[in-house]
């Protein structure tokens, strides 16, 4: 079996895949404040015997559910002795798009606060309000999950909007595959990420 697990973009969601990549099982979800609890029954419904894949997007993102998700993700790669593939949102977006023809040049994420994450060319910072309404885009931008009021910060922009619920745990998984696993996940909730 193989396990992925997204606590950054909205929804939600996890999933256990066979070993020829088809859906088990999948679970999306919206009340972040129950996520550890959804996960550890998801996984205890299922009770895995063995999983040959663990990966997760890695942030940003609410900071406790980044840290379920670390707890849970490094908890089952040191119980069935893997390491786990991981990416960060932006990136993942950035491969998702490529992989299904279009190109773009900015990603903008929500910051859950007055401000957004700005990420081009693989750079991610975090602009405050204020630096956020000045900044000048010309170029193509994707939003994710970025509410109405920020929206306007980027009006001159070429926006692209994808609902990230259109984003399926098999995208994810053909995107976490291509990375090169790791001995431990590391949540992005800071930059650079923070080690536990």
């Known amino acids: 079996m193989k396990f992925i697990l997204n ?5 939600h969601f996890c999933a256990l895949l066979n070993e020829e990549d088809g859906i088990i099982d999948q679970l999306i979800w919206d009340d972040r404040r129950k996520t550890g609890k959804i996960v550890w029954d998801f996984l205890a419904k299922h009770q895995p015997t063995d999983l040959s894949f663990i990966g997760g997007i890695t942030g940003p993102g609410g900071f406790t559910n980044l840290r379920v998700s670390s707890s849970i993700l490094n908890a089952l790669a040191e119980k069935f002795t893997q390491q786990v593939h991981m990416i960060r949102a932006d990136k993942f977006i ?22 957004v994450f700005f990420s081009q060319n693989g750079f991610l910072k975090r602009l405050k309000g204020a630096e956020a309404a000045s900044l000048s885009v010309g170029k193509s931008v994707f939003l994710a999950g970025v509410p109405e009021d920020k929206q306007a910060f980027f009006t001159e922009s070429k926006i692209i909007k994808l609902p990230t619920t259109s984003i399926q745990p098999q995208d994810l998984y053909t995107v976490l595959k291509l990375q090169t696993p790791v001995p431990q996940f590391v949540p992005d909730y800071e930059f650079p990420a923070v080690v536990n």
């Open 94 to 115: 950035h491969h998702y798009l490529e992989q299904n023809g279009t190109k773009i040049d900015i990603v903008i994420l929500n910051s859950f606060s007055d401000g």
């Open 7 to 11: 606590t950054s973009l909205d929804p």
